[in-house]
Every structure is written in C-alpha cells, then in structure tokens.
C-alpha cells in the first residue's frame, strides 16, 4: 500500500490512562492508526499471573472498558488500531474484544496477533546470562521468575497490519515501535534507511507517553502555564513517506504543544542521547532540533539513526517478597512530635511482635516524603502525616505494618486522624537480560483462524 | 547574586529501574549560559548526595539548551522494589530545580 502521507494518533500512555482524550483523538484527529501503549515494565508480570489463574485472561485489565470506547468510532473512520494491551495473551485479548464487538456495535474487522515475546523458557534454559543491573547471574531470579518477555519491534507490528488486519493486538513490543510499525508498513521503509527509521522512532518516543507531549506533566501556574489542562488532548504525528515528521495534537482540544514541551518529553526516560537503543535503530537524537510550524504544531529535524544492535533485550518479572505500609495524620500545636511518637510506637510494636524486616522507610509527609530531605531543616508544619512503609519475605509481617499503624488512632499520641491501612502488596520487581535476536521466533497469527 | 535554577530552567524526570533521569532546559540563552557553566555533574551530585552516591552523567543538547543528568542508584532500589512513596522520582524534577547557583549572574533575565 503506497501512501505520501500517514497520520498516526496516540491514544493511550499506560494501562490506566485517560479514556475520553482516546476516543476524542479518533472522532476528530482524522487518524490513519491510532496506537494504544499501555504495558509498563512490570504489568505484564501481573498479567501473566492472571493468566496462570484464568488461561482466558491476562490481558491489560482495562482493554474491554477503553475497546467499547475507542474501537467502533475507530473502526466506522477507517482508523486502524495498534495495541500492547494484549500483554501476556495477545490472543486471549484479541478474542475477548470478538466476543464484546458485535454487542458494541462495532463494523466487522479483522484482528492479527503478534505473538512469541514471551520467552520464560528460553530464560530457563539460560541460566548462565548476566543481569544488565548488576552482572549477577540470572540463575538467582529463575525460582522467583514470575515472567520474562522481549521487547519485539516494529517490524511485527507492520506484518500485523500487512495481512490487511484492522486491529493488531501485540504483547511486549517497545513502545516507540507501536508508533514506527505503521510507518513501515504505509511506507515499506526497509531496515537499512536510517535516517527513516530515526524520525519514525523519534515521532513514537515522543507520543508514547500521550498527555506528556502536549502539556501534560508541564503546568506550573504563575510559570509554566497550559491553557484548558483539564481537557488535555492527546498527541498525533504527520509522517511523510520520505521520513519528515511534523507533530500536533487533537484539533480544538486543551493543552499544549511547543518546542519546550517537545523538548522535556524528547529527554524523557532518556541517558545517552546520542544512543537511545529501541529494537528498530539506535537513535541518536543529541542534534534534533524542532521547528514551530504553527500553533500546537512542530516539525523534528536532526534524527539519526544506526543499526539495530543484534540482541532483544528482555524485561524478567520476579517475586521479591511484599511490602506493608500505612499512614496517620496529625495536625496543630505539637504535630509533628506527636508524629515521631506515633512511629516509634509502631516501631516498638513491630519489634516485641517478633517482626522484623528487610528495609523499613519512614517519612513524614509535608515534610520530606517526596525529596527525602533533611526534615530537621523544614519549618514545622501546621499538619503532617506519618507514613511507614517495610518490604519483607513474610506476608503477615507485612500485612502488621499498616495495622498497628492504623491502630494509632486508638492506641497512639493524642490527635491521631486520618489513618489508612494500604495492606500488603506483593512485589513484582524486574531486572534485564540481552539475548540473541534469533532466539526469539515472533509469529503473527490472525485470530479469526483460532 | 545567586540565581535559583527554578529562575532560569525547567524540568522534567524520568526513571529506568534504579536509575533518575532529569532534564534541565533553559528559557532564554542567558540562562543557558549560565546552566552549561554551574549546573555540573559535581553540583547536581552535591545536590542529590543523601539520596545517592552517584554517579551523575551530564549530556549537553545546545541546540535545545537543555542538559540532561542521568543520576544512578537514586530511586531506592529500583521502581519495582522501592519504599518511596514516589519510586518513580517524578518529583525529582522540583527538587533539581531548588539547585541554588552561584552568583556572576546579574543580566540573567528571569524569564
């Protein structure tokens, strides 16, 4: 299919994100894709623990609430939709959307899957693979491993969309790739055009994270101001089969999209950018430079790009214990003395339990929370909240945390108001391995065919 | 006078496991200046030093007078693991802008 001109639509920046921008993206952006990143590191761990209890699930939880939203007024456009919420069971996705679409009044469509990032087995079988974080052998996190998934790139993505598929529901692709994989497919762009696949990486890494790129994450009244933030609109990029990219968002929505907000999202979750490795191309975006071509309109120049590198590098989720945590308020003449009473009481407590625990943080919040600063030099605060948070192996030492401070209403200092108990929370954490290209076999299979 | 990066720069912050990401972009070319000369890896650490003990890599983009600091170990663990209430260090951005830089600044416009 050879077009001059492709425009792309962002329509989601993580799981949870913001419904109604996605489906005013799609009603008013005139998209040609809209794309929908909602799989953050350790989600699909979670995921694939749904699975394990429910082989029908593991998708993203909230696919079928944003589906009935987003994919009938996408699909009567003509607009076709690229998502990783299909997480760890694309095809578990793809066929929980069939069932809901007619009852959604969705136009028939045809749905491919991309599958084969998931690759715990092939962890197993190497043990002996050094850990990005730390060179650690990953044989440590093999009985703790709760998932292990490559980032896949664009170039499945395309062959999604090149079996003529409307809907094309991925697990583990990296987010920017979500973006590029439409360009490849439009353009036919090869793996050897560089400068190509720089901008069509650059234009995905700077939608991937929706509202980021258009004043969200940005106002600061009295500073930095974003006009209509509460009805922020989500971005969308021109892209020209030559490579030139122009970005912009939903025509007449709130927000804002300028070269200082292109320029905070261009470095967000970047190091080096002279070497931003995505599996497409390793960008080099250290000489971009962007262009106001009008109001909420920018033009990206000075992409480069060099090969892709020979690996896939892979995210393992792992098991590491739980975390328990809790907080109390406390407010007027003595609050924050009252505080530090409250959490040495805790403390006490905890200890004549016989509980004890890995890591234990106490903040006092309106205080030092957030920036972990030296408390002993803030003024004292009209009120303050106490929070004590502890990571340890055993669920009910963790689950004691946030009870015996919430008992502090009761049993406390005088005052004590506001106390909420989050419970204990099972850890998911990760930790990366690279591993050759060809030990990853993605396939795309269409899911009327299952 | 001394100048507050807060008067002369924004910010945004980023995280990749155990790892913050900040950048530090510049309002005017005055300003720019005056970050490109002050705001150095050894401040940015001195700075951030009882969150971690780095290191801090600076990257320079002048063409967007933006810099970008890459401060490891400073997320408690890793986002996954971490205690903190914010283990993404989302608000790591206000705190690099509360960096007070030395003074030579005057005709810096507080833009």
Same mark, same amino acid.
Request: charged share 25%; aromatic share 6%; glycine share 10%.
């Given at each position: 299919?050879?077009?001059?001109?492709?425009?792309? !639509?962002?329509?989601?920046?993580?799981?949870?994100?913001?419904?109604? $921008?996605?489906?005013?993206?799609?009603?008013?952006?005139?998209?040609?894709?809209?794309?929908?990143?909602?799989?953050?590191?350790?989600?699909?761990?979670?995921?694939?623990?749904?699975?394990?209890?429910?082989?029908?699930?593991?998708?993203?939880?909230?696919?079928?609430?944003?589906?009935?939203?987003?994919?009938?007024?996408?699909?009567?456009?003509?607009?076709?939709?690229?998502?990783?919420?299909?997480?760890?069971?694309?095809?578990?996705?793809?066929?929980?959307?069939?069932?809901?679409?007619?009852?959604?009044?969705?136009?028939?469509?045809?749905?491919?899957?991309?599958?084969?990032?998931?690759?715990?087995?092939?962890? *197993?079988?190497? $043990?002996?693979?050094?850990?990005?974080?730390?060179?650690?052998?990953?044989?440590?996190?093999?009985?703790?491993? @709760?998932? @292990?998934? @490559?980032?896949?790139?664009?170039?499945?993505?395309?062959?999604?969309?090149?079996?003529?598929?409307?809907?094309?529901?991925? !697990?583990?692709?990296?987010? $920017?790739?979500?973006?590029?994989?439409?360009?490849?497919?439009?353009?036919?762009?090869?793996?050897?055009?560089?400068?190509?696949?720089?901008?069509?990486?650059?234009?995905?890494?700077?939608?991937?994270?929706?509202?980021? =790129?258009?004043?969200?994450?940005?106002?600061?009244?009295?500073?930095?101001?974003?006009?209509?933030?509460?009805? =922020?609109?989500?971005?969308?990029?021109?892209?020209?089969?030559?490579?030139?990219?122009?970005?912009?968002?939903?025509?007449?929505?709130?927000?804002? =999209?300028?070269?200082?907000?292109?320029?905070?999202? =261009?470095?967000? +979750?970047?190091?080096?950018?002279?070497?931003?490795?995505?599996?497409?191309?390793?960008?080099?975006?250290?000489?971009?430079?962007?262009?106001?071509?009008?109001?909420?309109?920018?033009?990206?120049?000075?992409? *480069?790009?060099?090969?892709?590198?020979?690996?896939?590098?892979?995210?393992?989720?792992?098991?590491?214990?739980?975390?328990?945590?809790?907080?109390?308020?406390?407010?007027?003449?003595?609050?924050?003395?009252?505080?530090?009473?409250?959490?040495?009481?805790?403390?006490?407590?905890?200890?004549?339990?016989?509980?004890?625990?890995?890591?234990?943080?106490?903040?006092?919040?309106?205080?030092?929370?957030?920036?972990?600063?030296?408390?002993?030099?803030?003024?004292? $605060?009209?009120?303050?909240?106490?929070?004590?948070?502890?990571?340890?192996?055993?669920?009910?030492?963790?689950?004691?945390? !946030?009870?015996?401070?919430?008992?502090?209403?009761?049993?406390?200092?005088?005052?004590?108001?506001?106390?909420?108990?989050?419970?204990?929370?099972?850890?998911?954490?990760?930790?990366?391995?690279?591993?050759?290209?060809?030990?990853?076999?993605?396939?795309?299979?269409? +899911?009327?065919?299952? | 006078?001394?100048?507050?990066?807060?008067?002369?720069?924004?910010?945004?912050?980023?995280?990749?496991?155990?790892?913050?990401?900040?950048?530090?972009?510049?309002?005017?070319?005055?300003?720019?200046?005056?970050?490109?000369?002050?705001?150095?890896?050894?401040?940015?650490?001195?700075? %951030?030093?009882?969150?971690?003990?780095?290191?801090?890599?600076?990257?320079?983009?002048?063409?967007?007078?933006?810099?970008? %600091?890459?401060?490891?170990?400073?997320?408690?663990?890793?986002?996954?693991?971490?205690?903190?209430?914010?283990?993404?260090?989302?608000?790591?951005?206000?705190?690099?802008?509360?960096?007070?830089?030395?003074?030579?600044?005057?005709?810096?416009?507080?833009?």
């Amino acid at each position: 299919m050879a077009r001059d001109k492709i425009r792309i !639509g962002c329509g989601a920046g993580f799981a949870d994100d913001r419904i109604p $921008p996605g489906v005013e993206i799609v009603e008013r952006g005139e998209l040609d894709y809209l794309a929908m990143e909602c799989l953050a590191e350790r989600t699909i761990a979670r995921e694939t623990l749904d699975r394990a209890k429910d082989p029908a699930k593991g998708y993203t939880p909230v696919l079928l609430e944003r589906m009935e939203a987003i994919m009938p007024p996408a699909l009567r456009r003509g607009v076709k939709i690229v998502t990783n919420m299909g997480a760890a069971n694309p095809m578990g996705a793809a066929r929980a959307v069939r069932k809901h679409a007619a009852e959604w009044d969705c136009p028939d469509y045809t749905c491919a899957v991309v599958r084969g990032d998931e690759v715990t087995d092939v962890m *197993r079988a190497h $043990p002996e693979l050094p850990l990005m974080e730390d060179g650690a052998r990953l044989e440590s996190l093999l009985p703790k491993m @709760a998932s @292990a998934n @490559a980032y896949l790139g664009a170039d499945v993505v395309a062959k999604g969309f090149a079996t003529g598929a409307e809907l094309v529901v991925t !697990g583990r692709v990296a987010d $920017p790739a979500l973006f590029l994989g439409p360009m490849l497919h439009a353009f036919g762009w090869s793996y050897d055009d560089y400068p190509k696949l720089a901008n069509g990486t650059l234009a995905g890494h700077l939608l991937e994270c929706s509202g980021q =790129l258009t004043g969200g994450c940005f106002a600061d009244p009295g500073r930095k101001e974003v006009e209509d933030l509460a009805g =922020l609109g989500y971005p969308l990029a021109d892209v020209w089969a030559d490579g030139r990219v122009e970005v912009s968002k939903t025509p007449g929505s709130g927000g804002r =999209l300028d070269v200082a907000t292109c320029t905070e999202q =261009l470095l967000y +979750e970047m190091h080096d950018p002279s070497a931003y490795i995505t599996p497409d191309c390793v960008l080099d975006a250290s000489g971009v430079t962007f262009r106001t071509l009008g109001h909420d309109r920018v033009g990206l120049d000075g992409a *480069r790009g060099k090969p892709r590198t020979a690996t896939y590098k892979v995210v393992v989720g792992y098991f590491d214990g739980y975390m328990g945590s809790g907080e109390m308020g406390f407010a007027g003449i003595n609050a924050l003395a009252r505080a530090k009473l409250g959490i040495e009481v805790v403390k006490e407590r905890l200890r004549r339990r016989g509980l004890s625990y890995e890591e234990m943080r106490v903040d006092l919040i309106g205080m030092n929370s957030l920036h972990a600063n030296d408390a002993s030099l803030c003024p004292e $605060p009209y009120e303050v909240r106490l929070r004590i948070a502890a990571r340890t192996p055993d669920k009910k030492a963790a689950e004691a945390v !946030g009870a015996e401070v919430r008992s502090l209403h009761m049993q406390g200092p005088t005052g004590a108001g506001g106390g909420i108990n989050f419970g204990a929370r099972q850890i998911l954490a990760v930790k990366s391995v690279l591993i050759p290209r060809e030990w990853v076999k993605p396939e795309i299979v269409m +899911e009327q065919a299952a | 006078m001394s100048i507050r990066v807060y008067d002369i720069a924004h910010a945004r912050a980023g995280d990749k496991g155990n790892t913050s990401n900040i950048s530090v972009t510049a309002y005017s070319d005055e300003g720019w200046q005056v970050l490109r000369r002050e705001l150095t890896p050894e401040v940015v650490l001195g700075h %951030f030093r009882h969150l971690t003990p780095g290191p801090v890599r600076r990257y320079e983009l002048p063409q967007l007078r933006a810099l970008n %600091f890459v401060i490891e170990n400073a997320l408690g663990g890793g986002v996954t693991r971490s205690l903190a209430i914010d283990p993404h260090g989302k608000s790591l951005s206000a705190l690099m802008l509360t960096v007070v830089l030395p003074g030579h600044n005057e005709g810096v416009a507080r833009a």
